[in-house]
């Protein structure tokens, strides 16, 4: 009876659940941070601070929670790596693209850097995530307003451990929309940015306070300041002739092309003749 008892607590059946157990645990202490840090009155008292603390709480509980399950199977996990090192060895350098596939799709499935549905910008690639399987990314290619070309893209998931990942719907509805343009030294700078913040403010004023309030909402939950709803106006020195001038406005994420378009159109109705000085100087 006592030797069928040690069995049974040694087996794999109790190693099993005590290693669910302790997955169970740290995700309802994660999400017990995350509600926590991200709490209405802590949210607004300790914004920069608390994100710190909230990145810092989730990587102790998740290697805690590593350690954990190491510890419950390292008896068993010494004996397989011992008597299977060279096997695994062989095994790894044949099947190294494979490998990487589905380490992209477990890092994939763990971040979620972004979701089926979304426009992402991958290794040069724009398109609308499609599919995501254990080895394929699928996207449906799309232009700068985010139209599907027809095109269908299928990269592999090792793509997902070196790539630079942009995700255009990773804040939503809504985005930072930028309109970058050449204006002479001549022209004034103050009247050109008033012209540009009056023109921009009044094409974004449809939906000012709505993005306002959708990036107020996500600054609660990441825990980070969030963009004025403000036209802004950047200067930047480019040569002995001429400016770079930025303007920046917040915008529906389908309309990001044709709203720097309209931006440009007026500008240049007013400006046309001197920024047009640039390209003849």
Known sequence: MISSLNQFLGGELVRIISSALVIVVA??????NVRYQTSPARAQAKRGQGRQQLVLIKNVIILSAVSFIVMI???KIAGVAISLSAFAMALVLSTKELIMCITGYTMFAM????NVGDHVALSGIQGLVVDVDLLNLTLSETNGSHQITGKTIILPNSV????VITNHLGLGAFVVGTVRMAVPYAVNRQAFSDIAIATAT???????????RHFQRLG????LEAPSNKVEVFWEPVDTKQHWVEIRFLV???QQEHVAQLIQNQIWEQYGEELAAVNKA
Do not use: Y
Not at 27 to 32: E, P, Q, S, T
């Open 160 to 163: 997902l451990l070196t790539a």
């Open 202 to 212: 009044q094409i974004c004023e449809p939906w000012a306070n709505d993005s306002q």
């Open 252 to 254: 529906p994420v389908a």
């Open 73 to 75: 199977w390292a008896t």
């Open 220 to 223: 609660s939950r990441a825990l």
């Open 27 to 32: 995700i309802i202490l994660n999400h017990l």
């Open 111 to 114: 971040s979620r850097p972004f």
